[in-house]
């Protein structure tokens, strides 16, 4: 059966990679056919090599309730946050919000993780708004047909405040992180999504909690954290996971050059070369260049509080507040030119940003 009656099948599947993630379900709907074609690798393959691909940002964001700040209710609004996933489009500037799972339709837990695997995107753990206890569920959202469905909880208990990254493709790998007894971690997991399967990795050398990953080029880089010992006093080391080899590599002790947080640590994105990655580090953004991190740009002065960073082919999006319960608004870098614009958005979207990541659809 033709994908589009009259039209040869390469021309049918030229016309089907130019469709907006956002109308997926609807193309999906119309025939067994199209529904088979856009949920084949080469389909998203074909999409990424002709530059359709959409890149978009998801962000774990708070509702931001403008009149309640004007009616002096701030304080309130901020300690009983409601957390939703927003999307940001870089391409068209366009804002929208995704439908909460059914599990958490009042609100998303507080600290989850979230990364984006092929057409999903895994939300894990956080605080059950609730209840308040860790919670080491699973949700996954499919941008194919806009719903969600449940996978395996993560193993090991409920772990707050994990690292995780994902390989893009069919991978999250989650690290660190502590337990209900707020012990600092050295386990770490990684999740196969398409067979909704955990397998256990090789411990890290060191707990680490508060640390941060980032996936590039098959290596899993674990940066920072802290042990059980230590309770918030950030190291500067880095330990790093080779998925070929199924090791874990050396400690790298002096990887940092100041012993931070290291939640605004990120991949470098396609166009980098070998293990490039950024980061806010106090007023300035800096690129692991080599062994060095060199400074690239000041970060803007309206951002003293930085929430989520973000890199994609040649641009570094930024996402913070000028202070506690202060909007958050964001601004893109351009990394030739060094020079920054802001970004227009709706005030429904300045709520407080938890986490972050990007996706390729």
């Known amino acids: 059966m033709e994908l589009i009656s009259g039209l040869p099948e390469d021309v049918a599947r030229d016309c089907l990679i130019r469709v907006s993630y956002q109308q997926f379900p609807a193309v999906a709907s119309v025939s067994k056919g199209w529904k088979t074609e856009i949920q084949m690798p080469e389909f998203r393959r074909r999409r990424r090599t002709t530059g359709h691909a959409q890149k978009i940002l998801v962000t774990v964001q708070s509702r931001f309730d403008s009149d309640k700040r004007a009616s002096g209710l701030l ?8 957390y939703r996933l927003s999307v940001f489009e870089p391409e068209t500037g366009n804002w929208s919000e995704l439908p909460l799972p059914p599990e958490f339709s009042s609100g998303l837990p507080m600290f989850c993780q979230i990364a984006g695997v092929g057409y999903d995107l895994v939300v894990m753990g956080g605080w059950d708004p609730d209840s308040w206890k860790a919670s080491n569920s699973v949700l996954i959202y499919d941008f194919m047909s806009a719903k969600w469905r449940r996978g395996a909880d993560m193993p090991g208990g409920p772990r707050t405040f994990f690292a995780c990254a994902s390989d893009s493709d069919h991978t999250v790998y989650v690290a660190g992180g502590h337990d209900e007894e707020k012990n600092a971690l050295k386990s770490a997991f ?12 090789p411990d890290m050398a060191r707990e680490r909690d508060e640390c941060k990953a980032v996936f590039r080029r098959g290596k899993l880089r674990v940066v920072g954290g802290y ?15 080779d998925v ?24 470098g994105g396609d166009d980098a070369e070998e293990g490039k990655m950024y980061m806010c580090r106090g007023g300035d953004v800096v690129a692991l ?18 929430a989520c960073v973000g890199v994609w ?13 202060e909007p958050h ?3 893109v870098l351009d990394l030739k030119s060094g020079a920054w ?17 990007l996706l390729e659809i």
Not at 232 to 241: K, L, P
Request: proline fraction near 5%; hydrophobic fraction near 35%; include cysteine.
């Open 75 to 82: 304080v309130k609004a901020v300690s009983n946050p409601v």
């Open 227 to 241: 042990c059980t010992e230590m309770q918030g006093r950030f190291e500067r080391s880095a330990e790093e996971f």
């Open 313 to 325: 082919e040649g641009a570094l999006l930024l996402i913070g507040s000028s202070g506690f319960g």
């Open 329 to 331: 608004m964001g601004f």
């Open 244 to 267: 070929t080899t199924w090791q874990w590599g050396p400690v790298e002790e002096e990887f940092l050059d100041d012993a931070a947080c290291p939640r605004t640590c990120v991949d």
């Open 190 to 201: 990684a999740y196969d999504v398409a067979r909704d399967v955990w397998v256990p990795m």
């Open 289 to 306: 260049q080599g062994n060095t991190w060199r400074t690239v740009a000041k970060v803007p002065s309206e951002i003293r509080n930085v």
């Open 341 to 357: 614009s802001k970004l227009v958005s709706p005030d429904k979207y300045s709520g407080h940003v938890q986490s972050g990541c």
